[in-house]
């Protein structure tokens, strides 16, 4: 059996990140901010409704409801959530990343909030590529 590196990239290179954070599905909102704050995170910003960012000095993280995943992802990753949290990559470019990985595409999706979004079952778990659209290319999707 090859190695993590092997199986994810399969001797391609490797997509370049600009940032990852855990995604976390969560069935009450109001309980999963007040456990992370008595942790020392802070609201970021409300991303969408029902999806918040926090952060504690450079940790990040993000808080989907439940009821927003099942409305804004694919159907076939929710299961995913169930082994733990995503990791959600931002990066340049979905095509190019695309490109780079072995792993299969279990979804794939434009968002309302302006990313386009690749979902990737790795051998870590769920790994949500994210690429922040112009203007234009949202409403042309």
Known sequence: MGSFDQAFVSGRETPTPIKATPMYIVDDMASAKRRFGAM???????????CVGMQAGPSQIILVEEAHAKRSMPPEVLPSFKHGPALYVWVDSIDETRAKIADPVIGEMVTGYGTWELFVES???????????????????
């Open 40 to 50: 020392g995170f802070e609201m970021m910003a409300l991303q969408d409704e029902g």
């Open 123 to 141: 051998r870590i778990g769920l790994i949500i590529f994210a690429e922040k659209l112009t203007r234009e290319l949202k409403l042309a999707s």
